[in-house]
C-alpha cells in the first residue's frame, strides 16, 4: 500500500493490473461528518493528477485525485449508499474506487509524487 498525497492510498490488486483506491487516516481526520459521496462512472477515462471523485461534509467538498491514467474498473456501491463506511473501515470495506491503468504502474513514481502536493 502506498500512500499517496498524504490522505489517499493507493494499492495494486494481486489478480489484475488495478489500483484500489481510499483514504488514509490523515484523510479520515480532515473529514468530519461525510453526507455525500460522488463517484465516476464506470468506464469514465481518468486523468494522473486530475481530480476522479469527490467527498461532500456539511463544510466543505474533498477531491480525490486518480494517480494514473486510465478507465475507473469499479466504484464502492456501498460506499455511496452508507458514506460513513469510509470513517468506519477506510482500508477495508471503505475503500473508494478502482482504476485500470493504461500503463502498467511504477510504484516508486508514486511514491515519489506522494511527496508532492498538487
Do not use: H
Request: charged share 30%; net charge negative.
Amino acid at each position: 500500500m502506498i500512500k499517496y498525497l498524504n490522505y489517499q492510498w493507493v494499492e495494486t490488486d494481486e489478480d489484475s493490473d488495478a489500483l484500489t483506491i481510499g483514504l488514509t487516516e490523515d484523510g479520515i481526520d480532515q473529514i468530519e461528518d461525510i453526507k455525500q459521496v460522488l463517484m465516476p462512472e464506470l468506464e469514465e477515462i481518468v486523468s494522473a493528477n486530475s481530480i476522479c471523485m469527490e467527498i461532500r461534509t456539511s463544510t466543505e467538498s474533498f477531491n480525490i485525485y486518480s494517480p494514473v491514467d486510465g478507465q475507473i474498473s469499479e466504484v464502492n456501491v456501498a460506499v455511496s449508499e452508507e458514506p460513513n463506511l469510509i470513517q468506519q473501515d477506510n482500508y477495508g470495506d471503505g475503500w473508494l474506487i478502482k482504476i485500470e491503468p493504461d500503463e502498467p504502474v511504477d510504484t516508486e513514481e508514486l511514491e515519489s509524487i506522494s511527496q508532492e502536493e498538487l
